[in-house]
Each structure stands twice: as C-alpha cells, then as structure tokens.
C-alpha cells in the first residue's frame, strides 16, 4: 500500500504556471494518499532586489492578493487557503476576473477580508512563509515550491515541478510518483528543460 504523504505547497496566485500545477496536485489526492498544506510565497519578495523589474508596472497590485492569502491563511487555516486559492485561480487565470472580495466570496470566506490587500498587515507573516519555502528550495527559485519528507525524515523541498497542462487521473499519479522518487535521492537538485509554449489551462487526459 502507498505510504501516506503532507505535500507544503508554497504559492503565489498570480503565477498561471502555478495555478497549473496546484490543479495536478489536486488531482494528485484524487489517485494517491495525499495531504496538501497549502502555504503562501510572494513574487514581490522574491524579486524586490533584483535591477530589472519583472513584474513591470503589476508589480505593486501583486502585493493584493498574497496579502489577502496571507490573512486567510492566519485567520482560517491551510485547507481555507486552498479554497480561496481555487477561487482566486479560476476567477484570474480562467475569466481574466481580478476581483478579490468575489473570490473571498466563491471561497465560503468574508469578503470583508479584501481590505488587507492594500494593508501591511500580513506581511511579516508572507515574508516569514516565503523564507521557509527559500529555506527549503533555495534561493534560485520561483513559485510554486513544493516540500515532502525526505529519505531522513527532514523536508526537502523543490522548485516545481512546471507542467501544463495539468495530468488527470493516473498519470497524475505517475508524475508524482516520480516526484517522490527524485526527492528521496540525496543530491538530488535539478531538471530543466525550456517552455515552447504558453500556459495551458485545461486539464490534460
């Protein structure tokens, strides 16, 4: 029988990559014995020292929805922030709709919490949850971040993995099978291969 896993899966919302891959991991509990801890990272923090900018003039507004992520997560625990973060990804990435008290609302969640998009209430917290994501996955990487026991016990964490679109069913399965196995392997630190195309929202077969 499959050994039980706790899957932390670090994002921010407004990554399409991410969402992609939060949508394989939600298939990934359909088919294996599957916990998510859905945690918050921020693109803003990661690329605040960086000369260029590239989150170009997004780069305040990106701040919005983490914050609000942020707040859910102190406030309702890790399985409402996978909620909300089902409904912020389908309003974003699936109807260009950037509404947040409405997603808040898809969620089950008071949309009241909106306010603290322009608050820097939660930003200790999103900066404290992104250091651990880095701690993990190290500092050259991006969103999403995804941690498991490793061989020793200690979490190992990785960038990744990037796929569109996401795999249903077995091969949802497959994939993070595989997954498990490179994460076992001490040493383990990178594959990589260049995107030829833009991301794909539908769910692959």
Not at 12 to 20: A, F, K, L, Q, R
Not at 103 to 120: H, K, M
Not at 122 to 146: C, F, K, M, N, Q
Not at 199 to 204: G, L, N, S, T
Request: glycine content about 8%; proline content about 6%; aromatic content about 12%.
């Amino acid at each position: 029988m499959t050994e039980a896993r706790t899957v932390d899966f670090w994002f921010d919302p407004v990554c399409p990559y991410t969402w992609i891959t939060s949508r394989w991991m939600v298939e990934v509990t359909k088919v294996r014995p599957v916990t998510v801890r859905w945690r918050v990272m921020s693109l803003s923090v990661l690329n605040e020292h960086r000369d260029d900018n590239p989150e170009g003039e997004w780069g305040d507004y990106m701040w919005a929805p983490v914050r609000v992520c942020a707040a859910v997560e102190q406030r309702f625990g890790h399985q409402a922030l996978g909620d909300l973060f089902t409904a912020l990804g389908t309003r974003f990435h699936l109807q260009g709709d950037w509404d947040l008290a409405a997603a808040l609302a898809d969620a089950g969640l008071p949309r009241e919490i909106a306010e603290v998009a322009w608050s820097s209430t939660y930003d200790e917290a999103i900066r404290s949850s992104h250091a651990r994501a880095v701690a993990l996955a190290g500092t050259e990487v991006g969103t999403p971040v995804l941690a498991v026991a490793g061989t020793d016990g200690e979490q190992v964490g990785f960038f990744g993995p990037v796929v569109s679109p996401a795999p249903t069913g077995e091969t949802a399965g497959r994939l993070w099978d595989g997954f498990l196995l490179l994460a076992g392997v001490p040493g383990f630190y990178e594959v990589k291969r260049t995107r030829t195309e833009e991301p794909r929202f539908e769910m692959a077969d």
